[in-house]
């Protein structure tokens, strides 16, 4: 079945970029996604990409795709104390029933000052 | 606008007790999902609907059940409750297949005791 891995947990300095990296084995994914959660509340999705793009970027936030590696990442510039939080990676795939979801475990971001 | 909502937010249920956990968007999305958030992971998707009167399983359906018998409701139903219930329980519905975004509820936090 479709699996998503990231990596446990990231330490940035306020100020820095931020990266996070995923990835995962559905070759027929056609959506991936990244998704905030901050403690104690429900997951608000920041951006995603389509499986034909390689790059998006919006505002602080930029998704690159390697289709052939199945690699996703997201970087997040100028990184703020405001983005300290979990960080979920999620792929779709189109013909999946349902277009259900499979999430990554979470990157857990702490931003020092 | 409420967007996804769910009740309660919190409960203590008993080995053995059942519980209904509550979840309507008023979004007139046709998709609906449970998910269970277990602690330091992500989520993993229970049952699905793409429609009033149409359900299936998820990765884990096992303990749980639903029923939609209208497009607004969603509610997840736990017989005989275990200890590896406890969780966080996350309600989410777009609008169809290939709409990008899955909104999220805030959550319910169950523990089994």
């Known amino acids: 079945g479709e699996d998503v891995e990231q990596s446990l947990f990231l330490s940035v300095r306020e100020g820095d970029s931020s990266v996070i990296n995923c990835t995962y084995t559905?070759?027929?994914?056609?959506?991936l996604y990244w998704y905030k959660q901050e403690p104690g509340a429900g997951l608000q999705l920041l951006t995603y990409?389509?499986?034909?793009?390689d790059m998006k970027q919006d505002q602080r936030l930029t998704v690159l795709l390697n289709k052939k590696d199945k690699h996703l990442s997201l970087r997040i510039a100028d990184t703020q104390t405001g983005d300290s939080a979990i960080y979920f990676c999620?792929?779709?795939?189109?013909?999946?029933?349902?277009?259900?979801?499979?999430f990554g475990g979470g990157t857990r971001v702490l931003v020092k000052p | 606008n409420a967007g996804v909502t769910q009740t309660p937010k919190f409960r203590i249920l008993k080995i053995g007790q059942s519980m209904t956990l509550q979840c309507t968007q008023d979004?007139?999305?046709?998709?609906m999902y449970w998910y269970r958030q277990d602690p330091g992971m992500g989520l993993k998707l229970i049952y699905y609907?793409?429609?009033?009167?149409?359900?299936d399983k998820g990765e884990v359906p096992n303990g749980y059940n639903v029923s939609r018998s209208t497009t607004e409701d969603f509610p997840l139903r736990l017989e005989l409750a275990a200890p590896s219930q406890t969780s966080v329980y996350f309600c989410?519905?777009?609008?169809?297949?290939?709409?990008?975004?899955?909104?999220f509820g805030p959550g319910t936090r169950l523990l089994v005791l």
């Open positions: 989410a519905s777009r609008t169809g297949p290939g709409e990008t975004t899955q909104y």
């Open positions: 559905d070759s027929s994914s056609t959506y």
């Open positions: 990409i389509f499986s034909n793009m």
């Open positions: 999620a792929e779709s795939a189109f013909k999946a029933a349902g277009n259900k979801l499979t």
């Open positions: 609907s793409v429609g009033a009167g149409i359900t």
């Open positions: 979004m007139n999305h046709n998709y």
